[in-house]
């Protein structure tokens, strides 16, 4: 397998699982982060293929126009939208500026970079499109008791997968692939970066992420959750939200009437 693939968030966790994993499949990479030094001793850690190191922050237009411009312009075969932040607190208290960046980094960079990759993919009749989201995607649902709470992130990540199972139907039958890859929690820098000590909880590997999205490519899975053993519960949801969205008619549903 060979081809040109970007990585957002390439300088730790899932991103440099993908960027290591593609790297030593033969791919030629655009790795894209905020820390340069990081990049560049990634590009000078792999010799083997040509490693473009592009340095650009996600949480601000400027950084996302720079990303999307060259996702336009180069011939991609894969793209992986995997930058993120957490920033888990109840919205009342998640200041303006994180707020902020949770959806420039996971609603707005994801949007607008396969936006910019997409037209060329079609063309080309061959792209993938990896969007990293999580489990947290369908915890929407669950009561006050389970905690940290987390409303914009939560939201942001189920943004990711709706946006990648409804853009993967418009893309049927043109080669281009779309994915929602869910791992639960991992064992990467995400959490500590928070504050969050999570090192007595089980957590799966980067690597093993990086394993089921690229299996689940090949298996044609729109949503990869690489900890879910039961693929039916994921099938559950999908059919109860359809059947939702199907169930509705334009006659008031007898429980809004005046009694």
Same mark, same amino acid.
């Given at each position: ?17 993908? +960027? ?14 905020? /820390?340069?030094? /990081? ?15 592009? +340095? ?27 930058? &993120?932040?957490?920033?888990?607190? @109840? ?7 994180? #707020? ?19 037209? %060329? ?11 990293? !989201? ?6 929407? @649902? ?11 992130? +939560?939201?942001?990540?189920?943004? =990711?997968?709706? $946006?990648?199972?409804? =853009?993967? !139907?418009?893309?049927?039958?043109? %080669? ?16 500590? /970066?928070? &504050? =969050?000590?999570?090192?007595?909880? @089980? /957590? ?15 298996? &044609?899975?729109?949503?990869? +959750? ?5 693929? &039916? =519960? ?7 939200? $359809?059947? #939702? ?6 006659? $008031? ?7």
């Amino acid at each position: 397998m060979s081809g040109l693939a970007l990585v957002t968030g390439a300088t730790s966790g899932i991103g440099q699982a993908f +960027a290591e994993r593609l790297a030593a499949d033969g791919h030629d990479l655009i790795v894209v982060g905020r /820390r340069k030094d /990081r990049l560049d001793e990634f590009a000078a850690a792999h010799p083997g293929v040509t490693v473009r190191a592009v +340095a650009a922050d996600l949480s601000t237009d400027a950084g996302i126009d720079t990303v999307a411009a060259i996702c336009a312009a180069e011939p991609l075969t894969m793209l992986v939208n995997n930058a &993120g932040v957490a920033h888990y607190m @109840p919205l009342a208290e998640l200041p303006a500026d994180k #707020a902020r960046e949770i959806v420039h980094v996971k609603v707005v960079a994801p949007t607008m970079l396969t936006r910019a990759a997409v037209a %060329g993919m079609r063309e080309r009749g061959a792209g993938k499109i990896i969007n990293v !989201a999580g489990m947290i995607a369908f915890s929407g @649902p669950a009561d006050k008791s389970v905690m940290p709470r987390r409303a914009v992130y +939560a939201g942001s990540l189920a943004h =990711l997968v709706t $946006l990648s199972q409804t =853009l993967g !139907a418009e893309l049927e039958g043109t %080669g281009v692939q779309v994915q929602a890859l869910c791992p639960g929690i991992v064992a990467t820098e995400f959490h500590a /970066r928070q &504050g =969050l000590d999570m090192s007595a909880v @089980p /957590r799966m590997s980067a690597e093993d992420v990086v394993t089921a999205g690229l299996r689940g490519l090949e298996l &044609g899975e729109v949503v990869c +959750a690489p900890g879910v053993e039961d693929a &039916g =519960l994921l099938d559950a949801v999908f059919r109860a939200g $359809l059947a #939702a969205f199907g169930g509705q008619s334009p006659e $008031l549903a007898s429980r809004y009437r005046a009694g």
